[in-house]
């Protein structure tokens, strides 16, 4: 049991001691195992291989050699090309010829098979051939096996030797390499710490162009970034909004509650103080409710669209404004086509409708006009007040939260807070339609939707 739990001590110190290390080392240590893997395997396999072979080639030139020696007896040589060759009469006595020191020449005669003889570390192979002649003479052919087997483990040992050079230098190169390949890598984790640190989201990974899946990762990284400091600037910008939005009916209301505790001396005196408050309660209430809103639909990534009347939502619609229309003197048109459907989501676009017409009623002199059609595969919905209009440079603006144009368009009557064209955007965004508002100074606005019709 001790030395089991010695045994697990050591292993959890050699893993922290493994994942201390950079990528760049653990890389280059999985691939330098590998290639010491491989290096012996080859090394192992080329002796195996070159000992098979030069044992075959040296039968193969032994036996020719003998065969070529026989069938001309009267060239007879006693050495040639690294083979001895022994001239036998038919008793096996030797003749003539010379054979390698240490080899056994009383050893018996055998015709056309390649034998091994060894002694004192010595081998060799030895072959013999009859002469086919009336004394029935012999041939035998003796080759050393080392002499050429020397040689190629000579080769071999040369490659053996130079190994660990080579391998310093394939773990040199491929360490630079791999460095050099995951280099992103690098900068991401530095510029991600550099964030961290100083919570600075206009960092970016600084790469050259690539098509790899490193660059693929950085370019991505840089992306997400982006989309971050996008998100940091527009929540940073919604709470400066927020509180600039706050300040105003909060200093009234404790301005006011300290005036009543101080000097209000009769219940008419506080009634006002009282109502002034409850003003601007409801305003922030109101505000509040809003941004609720707002925040809720933009964190739903997916809603529920369902097949929907368009037509009959927008004329319920307008019968719900028609008093409120009257008590404001403001006239209505509208040309509504009928049975006109869509894929959405009824709360949404009541929603919309609410916003849109709220919007033409704060800013028009006198008339709203309310159109909906088909046209192709689209339902086209116009809303379109007569008033003052939106200069060009604002209409780019008005779909920012808070944004309220600063020219007189009833802005002391109808005081909003800029948040009613958000609410409309997103919506727009998330039933895939669009919305484009068309306007001239002095002659009123147009908000164009479109939708994609929905067969029925």
């Known amino acids: 049991m001790y030395k089991e739990r010695n045994n697990w001590v050591l292993k959890d110190k050699v893993n922290k001691i493994w994942e201390n290390f950079p990528i760049t080392v653990k890389i280059t240590l999985w691939y330098t195992a590998f290639i010491v893997i491989l290096i012996a395997i080859m090394l192992a396999g080329s002796f195996t291989i070159a000992d098979k072979m030069t044992g075959d080639l040296n039968q193969k030139e032994l036996m020719e050699s003998v065969v070529e020696m026989a069938s001309d007896p009267n060239d007879f040589d006693d050495f040639d090309d690294g083979i001895y060759f022994v001239k036998y009469n038919n008793a096996g006595i030797e003749m003539a010829g010379m054979s390698p020191r240490g080899f056994d020449l009383t050893l018996n005669l055998v015709e056309n098979t390649v034998r091994t003889y060894e002694k004192n570390g010595g081998k060799y192979y030895y072959f013999d051939k009859k002469i086919d002649t009336p004394e029935g003479e012999w041939i035998r052919g003796i080759i050393p096996v080392n002499k050429l087997t020397n040689e190629v483990n000579r080769m071999l040992l040369i490659i053996l030797i130079s190994s660990p050079l080579l391998l310093l ?121 809003q941004i609720m809103e707002l925040s809720k639909i933009e964190k739903q ?143 009123g606005t147009k908000f164009v939707t479109k939708f994609n019709l929905k067969i029925k």
């Not at 989501?345 to 159109?371: G, P, Q, W, Y």
């Open 169 to 289: 230098i394939i773990i040199y190169g491929g360490y630079k390499i791999i460095k050099k390949a995951l280099n992103p890598v690098s900068k991401i984790s530095n510029t991600a710490s550099e964030i961290q640190k100083n919570g600075d989201f206009s960092k970016r990974i600084e790469i050259d162009e690539g098509k790899d899946e490193i660059h693929k990762m950085a370019n991505a990284f840089n992306e997400m970034l982006n989309s971050l400091e996008n998100s940091y600037i527009r929540e940073k910008q919604f709470s400066s909004d927020v509180s600039h939005e706050l300040r105003t009916p909060v200093s009234v209301i404790l301005t006011e509650s300290q005036y009543s505790i101080e000097y209000a001396d009769t219940l008419e005196e506080a009634k006002d103080s009282f109502s002034v408050i409850q003003r601007q309660a409801k305003r922030m209430s109101e505000l509040i409710n």
């Open 301 to 443: 990534t997916t809603i529920d669209l369902q097949k929907m009347n368009f037509s009959e939502t927008v004329q319920k619609i307008l019968d719900d404004y028609k008093n409120l229309l009257s008590e404001k003197n403001i006239k209505i048109s509208k040309g509504i086509e009928q049975n006109i459907f869509i894929n959405g989501n009824k709360v949404m676009i009541e929603r919309l409708l609410d916003n849109l017409l709220n919007n033409a009623m704060k800013f028009t002199k006198d008339e709203i006009s309310v159109k909906l059609y088909s046209k192709n595969e689209s339902c086209i919905m116009e809303i379109e007040d007569n008033g003052i209009g939106i200069s060009d440079e604002d209409k780019k603006l008005i779909w920012g939260r808070f944004y309220q144009v600063n020219d007189s368009r009833n802005k002391k009557v109808n005081k909003g807070f800029g948040l009613g064209l958000s609410l409309v955007a997103k919506i727009i965004e998330q039933h895939n339609a669009s919305i484009a508002v068309e306007s001239e100074l002095n002659k």
